[in-house]
Each structure stands twice: as C-alpha cells, then as structure tokens.
C-alpha cells in the first residue's frame, strides 16, 4: 500500500509554499476534483504528484511511504 508519510500535510505544505487553495484554484494549478482528493488523504494522479513535486521543490519519496501488505504467494 503506498499512503502520504506520517505528519505529511500536503495542503499546509503548498500554504507555506504560497499556494493556498484560492490560489490554486484562480490559477487553475490543480482541479478542485484533485484538492479535495488531497484533502480526503486519497493519493494524487500521477500528473498532480508530478505538479506537487515541483510547486514544492520535493521528491515523491518526501511526501508518500510503501507499506508492505504482509501476504506471501506460498
């Protein structure tokens, strides 16, 4: 399972780097559709990993964590 990292709020991290969701939003950043997913705690597309990665100047690795399921294919 990949989630955010513990304490990782992406929403307060784009807020202290200038973008807050008014923000995002006139300036058609992200969809609503996309912040709401982010706020939920639900994991981003691809294409807005890559946007958040760059509005933050961060790795995915900074901000999402593996987890593994346990299960073994015996």
Not at 10 to 27: C, E, H, P, Q
Request: proline share 5%; with cysteine.
């Amino acid at each position: 399972m990949i989630r955010y990292r513990p304490g990782v709020n992406v929403l307060a991290m784009l807020s202290a780097a200038g973008y807050n969701t008014g923000v995002i939003r006139r300036d058609k950043i992200m969809s609503e559709k996309a912040v709401q997913k982010i706020r939920d705690g639900k994991l981003p597309s691809w294409n807005e990993l890559d946007k958040l990665c760059k509005l933050l100047n961060v790795h995915p690795v900074d901000l999402l964590e593996y987890i593994p399921d346990h299960t073994t294919d015996e």
